[in-house]
């Protein structure tokens, strides 16, 4: 015997769907919400701090090649005026000017050279210091990929899904919140009894 | 030997030549000592060039990743937007059928 379709009948059923709906539901649970939107939010302090932090190193860097630079510089002039005390003496001792030229050239050669050998290692400095601003930019730009990818995701668990909104709907068709859940599953475990009795009923 | 400790070497052997008579040999050591602290200079530098070694996590893969997420947020979207036209379909059909829904405004 089919049951009558008795519109009290739905309108029990209808808010046993919904609270079903709710216990049951795959509904994101607020504290994944949270933490991923906090986890985002501390990236991207943390890219902030990043940068600074890189900032200051680099400028560091930069104030110690220029340290290194100096005393290279000195370490060369000391270089020149030794070399330049050695041609004085020598000088003292030349007996003709091509003996003295000759002095004055090597002088020249000798002065020439040790200015020249500090190019390569200057250079090599400063190669030193951009390869460390350019793996401080590589891996602000790996943390920046790495934030997209975070921001990405949050976007997801934050976005109402389907059967959320849907569990929305009908909650808030039947006038229930957070707080009434407990009530409205007591009301579900009633009205599960009296279905059950109905059909028993029915069948009898 | 690393390229410190042989500058320091040579720099006290040149402190310990100060007081012997100049010749060339001395002063060919003193520059050799000078060259050498040019070089432990830069070397200094060195723990910087290796940096370029450095291998970083590979994170073109979250990229791709990515845009896989974009593309569930859009069909989710879309999911939403085509359920609440259903439970609007049945709101009205509920409604003809003169189901009384609580708590609906009809």
């Known amino acids: 015997m089919p049951m009558p379709r008795n519109p009290i009948a739905y309108s029990r059923l209808f ?4 609270a079903s709906m709710v216990c049951a539901g795959c509904a994101t649970p607020v504290a994944v919400r949270t ?10 302090v943390y890219t902030v701090s990043l940068h600074a932090y890189f900032g200051s190193v680099e400028k560091f ?11 290279i510089d000195e370490i060369t002039a000391e270089i020149n005026r ?15 000017p091509v003996e003295r030229q000759k002095i004055i050239d090597q002088l020249i050669r000798a002065v020439g050279n040790n200015v020249n050998t500090d190019q390569p290692l200057k250079h090599k400095i400063e190669e030193s210091v951009a390869s460390l601003k350019q793996k401080d930019a590589e891996l602000e730009a790996a943390y920046q990929a790495i934030l997209a990818a975070s921001e990405k995701l949050d976007e997801y668990i934050q976005l109402k899904k389907t059967n959320e909104l849907v569990i929305d709907q009908l909650v808030q068709s039947v006038s229930i919140n957070g707080q009434k859940i407990t009530s409205i ?6 009205i599960a009894t009296e279905l059950s009795l109905t059909i028993s009923k029915a069948r009898s | 030997m690393t390229i410190e400790e042989l500058s320091n070497q040579l720099s006290q052997l040149t402190s310990e030549l100060e007081s012997a008579p100049d010749d060339e040999s001395k002063f060919e050591l003193k520059l050799l000592s000078h060259e050498l602290e040019k070089q432990v200079i830069a070397a200094t530098f060195d723990p910087l060039a290796e940096l370029e070694t450095l291998s970083l996590a590979d994170v ?6 990515a845009i896989g997420v974009k593309q569930a947020i859009e069909d989710d979207q879309r999911r939403t937007k085509l359920v609440l036209e259903i439970i609007a379909i049945a709101r009205t059909a509920l409604r003809v059928a003169g189901v009384a829904l609580p708590g609906f405004i009809l």
């Not at chain 1, 860097?61 to 005393?71: G, M």
């Not at chain 1, 030794?82 to 003709?96: I, P």
């Open chain 1, 15 to 18: 808010p046993l769907i919904a």
């Open chain 1, 35 to 44: 933490l991923s939107a906090e986890l985002v939010k501390t990236q991207r």
């Open chain 1, 61 to 71: 860097a930069e104030a110690q090649v220029k340290v290194a630079e100096i005393r």
């Open chain 1, 82 to 96: 030794d070399f330049a005390q050695r041609a004085n003496s020598a000088l003292a001792g030349a007996a003709t």
């Open chain 1, 185 to 190: 599953v007591e009301a579900i475990t009633r």
């Open chain 2, 60 to 65: 073109e893969h979250l990229k791709s990743l």
